[in-house]
């Protein structure tokens, strides 16, 4: 069965730069979860998306952003990168409202030197 | 406000003995709970949930969960753990009114240790 896709799985940036995690949800899902996992601890709800638009916002920084496109798929865009950015960025998608179990992709390694 | 809790940060079992893996939450309205089990450098892998219908929630790898409205409490376990279970364990829980989001709040997470 297809499963939720995250571009790339590793990413290394500098301090300041920027950099942009894509989530490719399972088929026919319209929802789509951003969480952040810091070292040794538990996900955190950045944001997610229903139907292409904004439907909750939880801890994300000014510095980032993200958006649904016209084919579901969502991307985080992180500006002016922090060392305390370094953590697992995990896209979840899910089917209809109310939505159920969501279903996580394997997750963006992202590591700010 | 939502919360989740798993009292341990980790749980030792002999392969072959039963296991359980503890989890209490706080929400406003009906609970919605999930169990995700995470192995490492490794997504999250949906294990069970309860939305409403029997207490006991049967779901993938043979675990199992019981939902306790009296104590909110889910509580994962398993009649016979194996070494390959050996993982990180995260309970979570969402608020089952219509006009939520579908966000989850994770508890902390329970790593499991399963001894040969």
């Known amino acids: 069965a297809a499963g939720v896709i995250q571009s790339p799985r590793h990413l290394i940036k500098e301090k300041r730069e920027t950099a942009t995690l894509k989530c490719y949800p399972i088929p026919r899902h319209d929802t789509v979860y951003w969480y952040q996992q810091g070292p040794g601890q538990d996900p955190q709800f950045l944001i997610s998306?229903?139907?292409?638009?904004?439907?909750d916002k939880g801890s994300i920084p000014d510095r980032f952003s993200a958006q649904q496109f016209s084919d579901y798929h969502s991307e985080l865009n992180m500006s002016s990168l922090e060392l305390g950015d370094s953590a697992l960025y995990f896209c979840?998608?899910?089917?209809?409202?109310?939505?159920?179990?969501?279903?996580f992709g394997p997750g963006t390694r992202l590591t700010v030197t | 406000a939502q919360s989740v809790a798993q009292p341990e940060d980790q749980v030792n079992v002999a392969e072959g003995n039963p296991l359980t893996v503890k989890c209490t939450y706080s929400v406003s309205g009906n609970p919605y709970l999930f169990w995700y089990v995470q192995y490492p450098n490794r997504g999250l892998q949906f294990l069970l949930k309860y939305i409403t219908g029997d207490n006991l929630v049967k779901g993938s790898y043979g675990f199992e969960a019981e939902f306790n409205k009296s104590q909110t409490s889910f509580h994962l376990k398993k009649p016979s753990a194996l070494v390959s279970d050996s993982a990180l364990y995260f309970c979570a829980v969402r608020d089952g009114g219509s006009s939520n989001t579908g966000k989850l709040i994770f508890g902390q997470g329970t790593t499991l240790q399963v001894k040969p």
């Open positions: 979840a998608s899910s089917r209809g409202r109310p939505a159920y179990e969501q279903y």
């Open positions: 998306f229903y139907e292409k638009m904004q439907s």
